[in-house]
């Protein structure tokens, strides 16, 4: 009953945070005032003169708008991954320039590299296997790095629940709850979502997967994380017609 109630309360948390984003009152057309923006708020001038202050960790998406992240509520939705989605939202809060494996370690001391280090480490304690530790990293880069478009990286992780014969129900209507509000471009994920959804999925997947089958998924995300670090997925994604057309779906033009 315990679990239970926590798990509706994570959800109710994750609904809260996504509705709050979209009721902040911010109107079509409003103009950001530049000098009032901090890491955790923003305020808006409407069309009416009204102003609006959007109070929640925030990002700019592809698009430029800056959006509320709401991603760290899988992590109380499954407080298991809250140490992954806490070290996904340091990387949304205070990440810098640096993109791909190489950058951040060069520059040897980043949020990116935290994240390196971090989930592995993690990892390797949740799961007490090496081979273990591995799955989950890889699941959680590559999920991360399918977080470029509105919805692409919740697709990506309902599709893997399928694959993997199930996921966490707590974690799977997270993502149905927030996946209205990231189609629409009120809400972003961030680090913090799309890194803990695919811990999530890694870890189911250790559950499920053993010997040659967990070697070759480990050997396929290590071929995604490897074109990722040299080519963006989302470009190979919309370079295909039939994966551009379902990655479209409920998706903003």
């Given at each position: ?22 009721a902040g009152g911010v109107q079509p057309g409003a103009l950001e005032l530049p000098g009032k923006r901090s890491a955790t708020s923003s305020t808006y001038l409407n069309p009416d003169g009204s102003y609006t ?140 979502g799309s890194n803990a959804l695919g811990a999530v999925l890694g870890l189911h997947s250790v559950r499920r997967l053993s010997g040659p089958r967990r070697i070759g998924a480990i050997g396929a995300l290590a ?31």
């Amino acid at each position: 009953m315990h679990r239970r109630l926590l798990l509706l309360a994570a959800l109710a948390a994750s609904h809260v945070l996504a509705a709050a984003a979209q009721a902040g009152g911010v109107q079509p057309g409003a103009l950001e005032l530049p000098g009032k923006r901090s890491a955790t708020s923003s305020t808006y001038l409407n069309p009416d003169g009204s102003y609006t202050a959007v109070v929640a960790p925030q990002a700019v998406n592809y698009r430029g708008l800056r959006l509320p992240l709401v991603g760290a509520a899988v992590g109380l939705a499954i407080p298991a991954v809250a140490p992954v989605a806490a070290i996904g939202l340091a990387d949304d809060l205070w990440s810098g320039p640096e993109r791909g494996f190489g950058a951040h370690l060069r520059a040897r001391v980043t949020t990116g590299t935290l994240k390196l280090v971090g989930i592995p480490l993690w990892a390797l304690w949740r799961t007490r296997s090496p081979s273990g530790a591995v799955l989950v990293a890889l699941c959680a880069n590559v999920l991360n790095q399918l977080d470029t478009r509105p919805g692409r990286a919740l697709k990506a992780f309902l599709l893997g629940s399928l694959l993997v014969r199930g996921a966490p129900r707590g974690a799977v209507a997270a993502a149905v709850l927030l996946a209205p509000y990231d189609h629409r471009e009120m809400t972003m994920l961030g680090d913090a979502g799309s890194n803990a959804l695919g811990a999530v999925l890694g870890l189911h997947s250790v559950r499920r997967l053993s010997g040659p089958r967990r070697i070759g998924a480990i050997g396929a995300l290590a071929v995604l994380t490897v074109v990722a670090d040299r080519r963006s997925l989302g470009e190979l994604i919309e370079s295909t017609p039939v994966l551009s057309s379902l990655d479209a779906l409920g998706r903003q033009p």
